[in-house]
């Protein structure tokens, strides 16, 4: 069944027009706020997301608190970086979620506290955040914020990895190598070693290599774990440079 669209227009009163108006601009704010951070152009970037967050516009806010959280553009200031991320969050932004949550957990802005650093990588991990379901998965391991759940971080991890997230492979593989919140499986733990190698994890690099020299859930290749073993040696002095 096809529907006409009424030619008829509702009546707007000047208020709920005044701020139809100041939406839009906020959002077209946002958005040539967002296109100069990314070109690096911090000055322009803040004059731009300044008013379109105080309209209320939740990327703005979040933007605006990665530039007051790193000093760009802006005074770094972690306080007015977690005001924006909470106001960002509370519309159910899910960077800005995730990005609360690391405030709490290193104590920058606010109170250190993991119980609502956990809660907040929560609601960003529910939306898919790979950053978030990572973090979370590492509360669960180490107990902080949350109960220590071995399996409940396996869960995270394998949502993030699934995602490509270069640590929660690696410490999805660690999980199967040691049997941790999973059942033990060496071929697991070699196959997110080489997911994680992949993306020049030097930590999986060496690791894989080890696998490789003992065999252990891969046939033994002496010659396979000198590669891996050389690809580790290069990524770390890489990291130090």
């Known amino acids: 069944m096809h529907f006409q669209r009424s030619r008829f227009l509702p009546w707007i009163s000047a208020a709920c027009l005044g701020a139809a108006l ?20 911090f000055a322009l970037a803040a004059k731009e997301l300044q008013p379109a967050a105080q309209a209320g516009d939740p990327e703005a806010q979040f933007h605006l608190g990665l530039m007051h959280d790193f000093g760009k553009g802006v005074q770094l200031d972690h306080a007015k970086a977690a005001a924006l991320y909470r106001k960002a969050a509370e519309q159910g932004h899910a960077d800005a979620q995730y990005h609360l949550g690391v405030s709490y957990d290193k104590g920058e802005g606010v109170a250190k506290d993991h119980q609502m650093a956990a809660q907040w990588y929560r609601k960003a991990a529910d939306q898919g955040d790979s950053d978030a379901q990572y973090n979370l998965g590492v509360a669960y391991d180490e107990g902080e914020g949350v109960p220590q759940d071995h399996q ?8 993030a990895a699934a995602q490509n997230h270069v640590r929660a ?36 690099q060496q690791n894989l290599s080890v696998m490789y020299a003992r065999g252990e859930g891969v046939a033994r290749d002496a010659a396979k774990s000198r590669y891996w073993a050389r690809k580790a040696r290069e990524s770390r002095a890489r990291g130090e440079d």
């Open 22 to 41: 100041l939406a839009g601009a906020a959002w077209a704010g946002t958005a040539e706020g967002v296109r100069a951070y990314d070109r690096g152009q």
């Open 152 to 159: 409940q971080a396996v869960a995270w991890y394998r949502k």
């Open 169 to 204: 492979q690696f410490n999805l593989a660690v999980s199967y190598d040691d049997g941790e919140g999973v059942a033990q499986d060496k071929k697991q733990a070699v196959h997110w070693y080489t997911k994680a190698a992949e993306q020049g994890d030097a930590d999986a």
